[in-house]
Nanobody
């Protein structure tokens, strides 16, 4: 059993900052990529940022230069530092990780339950 627990969401004014955290726990052998996705009301879920086990990152174009993804492999935790937030960033943010639970088995995707980020004046 694997759990992903997100924290750090909330309400902020335009131009503000928030830091999201997501800790993976349970039966984990190896974590590959970790990432953050978001879903705004009436829209499809989209990738915000991902980071490989080696630290290579990828970002949604609209958040480049404003968001920073990082991870602590010792803590099985991924972070998303969000700066210069604007109302278009309002969404439920979901943590995602690709991991294996046992040596020799295929990796699988796991999702957190989501944390709401609201950017409004």
């Amino acid at each position: 059993q694997v759990q992903l627990v997100e924290s750090g969401g909330g309400s902020v004014q335009p131009g503000g900052s928030l830091r999201l955290s997501c800790a993976a726990s349970g039966s984990i052998f190896m974590i590959n990529a970790m990432g953050w996705y978001r879903q705004a009301p009436g829209k499809q879920r989209e990738m915000v940022a991902t980071i490989t086990s080696g630290g290579r990152t990828n970002y949604l174009d609209s958040v480049k230069g404003r968001f920073i993804i990082s991870r602590d492999n010792d803590k099985n935790t991924v972070y998303l530092q969000m700066n210069s937030l604007n109302p278009e960033d309002t969404a439920v943010y979901y943590c995602n990780t690709d991991l294996t639970t046992t040596w020799g088995t295929p990796s699988m995707d796991y999702w957190g339950k989501g944390t709401l980020v609201t950017v409004s004046s």
